[in-house]
């Protein structure tokens, strides 16, 4: 009987040692105190002031725009945070390390050579940093140009969202403008979507519309997905130009189309999507910015919340569960990891699944 017994329970113990564990996604604190400052060093450590838009290298360095402190950092793959590049005064000077300044920078790119790309979104700008830490001017001017000249190709205002390709042209979503521009590696600059009036309209590259859209990314087919955030919907960009609704569906006239509901396609909602990322999988990361939630939508384009209760707070574990303050900057690592950049709280978070 006793044989039995114990044969049984080694049995039950084995089954459960071979049976896959069901982890569930948790949220821990990346980078950051809490506290509105600049201070490197170990990242618990350390601080930020407003964080807004995030990249990570193929080393698993992460880069931080650090909007409010007009400074791009770098939380190493070590956990030691420090400053690439900007002085803290706002400013729009070129040069090496400190020597260079930005004005609110709110979106970041990294190249596989290790070359950063940065919105310098108050100073309509955008600025490439080497790997040295030397910021150079590639496109925009310091006077944005007027709703009259949408079609400049040499001003910007106020970009936000920003991406490089493998053929290492950089695409920005020209927030104010509502227009999506490319930047060739030979540094001209076109519209490639976007009629330079707020809208919602699908369509053929420049006959689309967008209202402030900001983030951007693409997957692996070479669609470009952009978060069109005053629309509340995720919208995307085939290889051939066509702009479809991917996610969200228009509002009626003279109704907003704010919310936080889940499911596929026009069935589900966002409140100000702020930020995109893709990993391997082709799966699109959203941080819903005003629903201080993160959500995930599958290649066949169903919506879920995976991160964030709903409520504003700083709360880490089980992902369900946890609380974010105004989550904008988005970025995925090899591994599937999602680093978020919690506008609010200061903080650098982590999705682990």
Known sequence: MIRS??????????VLSCTPK??????STYAGNGNLAAENGKATDASFANPA???????????????RNNQIRKIGADGVVSTIAGSIIAGNADGKGSKASFFYPCAIAVDDKGVLYVTDTENSLIRKITPDGTVTTIAGALTPINRGNQQDNTRLDNPRGILV????????SDWAKDVI??????????????TGEPGAKDGLGTAASFYLPQGIALD???NLFIADTFNNMIRKMDPSGNVSTFAGKPAPRGKKNRGSKDGKGPAASFSHPASIAIDKSDNIYVADDMNHKIRRITPDGRVSTIAGSGQRGADNGDASKSTFFRPVGLAVDKAGNVYIADFQNNLIRKLSF
């Open 220 to 222: 692996s087919k070479g």
């Open 181 to 194: 521009r490319k930047i060739t590696p030979d540094g001209k600059m076109t519209i490639i979507a976007g």
């Open 165 to 172: 390709d493998k053929q290492g042209n950089v695409i920005i």
């Open 53 to 67: 838009g995030l990249a990570v290298d193929s080393n698993n360095n992460v880069y931080v725009a650090d909007a």
């Open 22 to 27: 069901n982890n569930q996604p948790t949220v």
């Open 5 to 14: 017994q114990l044969f049984l329970l080694l049995f039950a113990l084995f």
